[in-house]
């Protein structure tokens, strides 16, 4: 057997998987990528980010806050699922039109592919509130490496 070149953009390898049912997240190893964002270190000067992708990371941003509510046992579950169904169709817009410089899109996939692993492992078990506090820290870096002015770090995630 000889190694095969892959052709395909990681947009559209990642668009696939986060389109695809949870057995897609489970059989996948997403450590490899959660640590992308990780082996890059922040910009001197946040990344811009186009209208698509302002607004789709600003609807997990807030859909996440919400969350908080399900959290304090103020959201229902069907409520919560479908809020985080909310995430999945944001994730699956920015992995269709990502058109980000290599550094950057991996980046921003270092962040989207442990968040919807995360949003898998809820909608599997929506009682598992550690989920949703991993979906938090998949993407609190986000502000640190793109221009995101509405968004502010969370509290308490130091680097």
Not at 21 to 28: K, S
Not at 134 to 156: H, L, S, T
């Amino acid at each position: 057997m000889h190694p095969m070149k892959l052709s395909i953009p990681l947009c559209s390898v990642l668009a696939v998987l986060a389109l695809a049912p949870g057995a897609a997240f489970a059989q996948h190893d997403h450590a490899a990528h959660a640590h992308a964002a990780a082996a890059v270190p922040p910009p001197a000067q946040r990344w811009a980010a186009d209208a698509t992708l302002s607004a789709d990371m600003g609807q997990i941003h807030t859909v996440l806050e919400q969350l908080r509510h399900y959290e304090m046992g103020h959201m229902d579950t069907t409520l919560a699922l479908d809020r985080v169904g909310a995430i999945e169709e944001s994730a699956a817009d920015i992995f269709a039109k990502c058109k980000l410089a290599p550094g950057q899109d991996a980046v921003l996939h270092g962040m989207l592919v442990p968040l919807l692993a995360a949003v898998q492992k809820f909608k599997a078990d929506p009682a598992d509130m550690g989920q949703l506090a991993a979906m938090r820290a998949a993407v609190a870096d986000y502000p640190r490496y793109f221009e995101a002015p509405d968004w502010k770090p969370e509290a308490g995630h130091a680097h």
